[in-house]
């Protein structure tokens, strides 16, 4: 299961629907890859940018409980 869910946290897009652990909804507006070598790589301390009602918010990719689906949209 913890790998599922890495997996679907690594392959977040535009306009996923989340969770954070935190217990906030939002819609993913903007995910900021970290860079190595001048290529952009991604991993669980990017940092993804939500927005939630009308406040964007700033996460990190590590606290995102859940990705889209019907636990997202509750």
Do not use: F
């Not at 890859?33 to 301390?45: E, F, T, W």
């Not at 990017?46 to 949209?73: C, F, N, P």
């Amino acid at each position: 299961q913890r790998k599922e869910h890495e997996a679907k946290v690594m392959g977040l897009k535009k306009g996923d629907q989340v969770i954070t652990a935190g217990g906030i909804v939002g819609e993913v507006v903007h995910i900021a890859a970290s860079m190595k070598d001048g290529q952009s790589v991604n991993s669980l301390s990017d940092h993804v940018t939500i927005k939630s009602g009308e406040s964007k918010l700033i996460v990190t990719r590590s606290r995102i409980a859940s990705v889209g689906g019907s636990e997202a949209s509750a």
